[in-house]
Each structure stands twice: as structure tokens, then as C-alpha cells.
């Protein structure tokens, strides 16, 4: 089997399942609408190339052989997913939605994108579960013959691209209800629902 076909199904597979990169999305969705949502994404993209970066040239080995610096990466991960549940959970039912059903729109300034961006990166990156996974998956296409930066570059790009693909359908999946949120009681009942996955995920978290 190709290199790159490999990783790719088994990337996507592994992408596409529900967790804390594509609930954050769902929830930013609902909240702020595609546009939060996108901004976010971006972010978790960033992040993943990241990790396949370290797993390229070896340093997640390092996270495996630390166990203290792994435990830190899941309380920081499991304690930024907390903060996201505080705030569903806080968040008023009359947040604005727009008298058609849609959620409010955040604002597409510069600091809010930027904190946005930011935010999506900082769930992923300190989330340690997809770093041991691409170890353990680019370590078996670079000994395919998959070792230059050239590879590296297309690896990212193959993230990215399907990351962004699958983050698209969530996001469309979660505007589908959007006529279902016209009523506050329902927004009200969602960012609770919501804020209980937030801390299942990160109690999940914790304890792997």
C-alpha cells in the first residue's frame, strides 16, 4: 500500500471521530456560528501539523520517556476544556441569536480571530493522545521512504486539507439545527448538553 494512502485513510478515520477538536467546533458553531467555528479550526490544523512535525523528526519519543511533562500536557488539556464547559454552562439563552434562528455572530476582528485561532490550537496541541497516535503512525511512512521535508510538507498538507474537509461537515451538521434554536429554552438546554461533554471529555482525558 502507498505511503501517503495509508496515512491518509488512517488519518481521516482517526480524525473523523467525535472528541475534543470536533465538539469544540460543534459548540463554537451553535455559539458563534461558522465563522467562530472556522476560526477555531484553523487553529486545530495548526496544531495538528505541529505534532506530526515533532513526530517527524522524533521528539514526541521524548513525551513518551517523560511522563511528567505528559501529565501536565492532559491537566492543561483537560483544564482549557473545563474552562470551555464553565462557559457553555454560563452562557445565557438570550446570547443573541438572531430573530431567523441563527446564532449569534462574533465579531471578525483582528484580536478575536487571533484569540480564536489560538484557542483551537491550545485544545490540540495540549491534548497528548494525537501526538502518541501520529508517533506511532509517521514513524511507519517514514521507514515507507516517506523522509524528506519534501514528505513532511505534503504529510501537513494531507492534515490540513482533510482536517478542514471534516470540519466543514461538522459544521454543517451543527447548522442544520439552527431553526431548532430559535427558541432560548432550546439554546439554554444545548450549551448545558454540550458543557457535559466538555467535562466528560476531559475527565477522559485525565484518566488515560
Given at each position: 500500500?502507498?505511503?501517503?494512502?495509508?496515512?491518509?485513510?488512517?488519518?481521516?478515520?482517526?480524525?473523523?471521530?467525535?472528541?475534543?477538536?470536533?465538539?469544540?467546533?460543534?459548540?463554537?458553531?451553535?455559539?458563534?456560528?461558522?465563522?467562530s467555528?472556522?476560526?477555531?479550526?484553523?487553529?486545530?490544523?495548526?496544531?495538528?501539523?505541529?505534532?506530526?512535525?515533532?513526530?517527524?523528526?522524533?521528539?514526541?519519543?521524548?513525551?513518551?520517556?517523560?511522563?511528567?511533562?505528559?501529565?501536565?500536557?492532559?491537566?492543561?488539556?483537560?483544564?482549557f476544556?473545563?474552562?470551555?464547559a464553565?462557559?457553555?454552562?454560563?452562557?445565557?439563552?438570550?446570547?443573541?441569536?438572531?430573530?431567523?434562528?441563527?446564532?449569534?455572530?462574533?465579531?471578525?476582528?483582528?484580536?478575536?480571530?487571533?484569540?480564536s485561532?489560538l484557542?483551537?490550537?491550545?485544545?490540540?496541541?495540549?491534548?497528548?493522545?494525537?501526538?502518541?497516535?501520529?508517533?506511532?503512525?509517521?514513524?511507519?511512512?517514514?521507514?515507507?521512504?516517506l523522509?524528506t521535508?519534501?514528505?513532511?510538507?505534503?504529510?501537513?498538507?494531507?492534515v490540513?486539507?482533510?482536517?478542514?474537509a471534516?470540519?466543514?461537515?461538522?459544521?454543517?451538521?451543527?447548522?442544520?439545527?439552527?431553526?431548532?434554536?430559535?427558541?432560548?429554552s432550546?439554546?439554554?438546554?444545548?450549551?448545558?448538553?454540550?458543557?457535559?461533554?466538555?467535562?466528560?471529555?476531559?475527565?477522559?482525558?485525565?484518566?488515560?
Open positions: 500500500m502507498d505511503a501517503f494512502f495509508f496515512f491518509t485513510v488512517t488519518y481521516l478515520l482517526a480524525a473523523a471521530a467525535p472528541g475534543a477538536d470536533t465538539m469544540l467546533i460543534v459548540s463554537r458553531t451553535v455559539v458563534g456560528g461558522w465563522r467555528a472556522l476560526r477555531y479550526a484553523i487553529g486545530i490544523a495548526l496544531a495538528k501539523t505541529t505534532m506530526i512535525t515533532l513526530a517527524f523528526f522524533g521528539t514526541s519519543a521524548l513525551l513518551t520517556a517523560n511522563p511528567a511533562a505528559y501529565s501536565v500536557l492532559k491537566v492543561l488539556g483537560a483544564a476544556l473545563l474552562f470551555m464553565f462557559k457553555l454552562w454560563r452562557t445565557k439563552a438570550v446570547a443573541g441569536v438572531a430573530s431567523e434562528g441563527q446564532p449569534q455572530v462574533e465579531n471578525f476582528g483582528a484580536k478575536v480571530t487571533t484569540a485561532i484557542g483551537g490550537y491550545l485544545v490540540c496541541i495540549s491534548n497528548p493522545q494525537p501526538l502518541l497516535f501520529y508517533s506511532s503512525i509517521v514513524p511507519m511512512v517514514v521507514a515507507a521512504g523522509n521535508i519534501t514528505d513532511l510538507l505534503i504529510l501537513c498538507a494531507i490540513i486539507i482533510g482536517f478542514m471534516i470540519a466543514g461537515a461538522y459544521i454543517g451538521l451543527a447548522s442544520t439545527i439552527r431553526p431548532w434554536l430559535a427558541k432560548q432550546n439554546r439554554r438546554r444545548l450549551n448545558q448538553v454540550m458543557a457535559v461533554v466538555f467535562v466528560i471529555i476531559s475527565a477522559l482525558l485525565l484518566l488515560r
